[in-house]
């Protein structure tokens, strides 16, 4: 069963800069790892993916700001948030892709204040 465990997030003012983590235990065959996130009353929505091979895909809107990396051999993937806005604020969660399935971890908040 692979788990994945997220750290970091918390409060910052708009255009400071945040990071999380995400370790995912339990499979030596996790070929992508990623972040979605959610705000309050909206669909949770694709924020950045990485391939194990370090191949990235980023949604339009944090394109510039945020960084995704992967420590393969760790089974971790970072997500490094500069010039953030409120419109940033939300649950972040991390998951992690073994063919076939999809695990989830349980979510870090992020806010980012006006």
């Known amino acids: 069963q692979v788990q994945p465990v997220e750290s970091g997030g918390g409060l910052v003012q708009a255009g400071g800069s945040l990071s999380v983590s995400c370790r995912a235990s339990?499979?030596?065959?996790?070929?992508?790892m990623g972040w979605y996130r959610q705000a309050p009353g909206k669909q949770r929505e694709l924020v950045a993916t990485?391939?194990?091979?370090?191949?990235?895909n980023y949604a339009d809107s944090v394109k510039g700001r945020f960084t995704i990396s992967i420590d393969s051999a760790k089974n971790t993937v970072y997500l490094q948030m500069n010039s953030l806005k409120p419109e940033d604020t939300g649950v972040y969660y991390c998951?992690?892709?073994?063919?076939?399935?999809?695990?989830w971890g349980r979510g870090t908040q992020v806010t980012v204040s006006s």
């Open positions: 998951y992690a892709r073994i063919p076939g399935t999809d695990y």
């Open positions: 339990g499979s030596s065959f996790i070929n992508k």
């Open positions: 990485i391939t194990s091979g370090g191949s990235t």
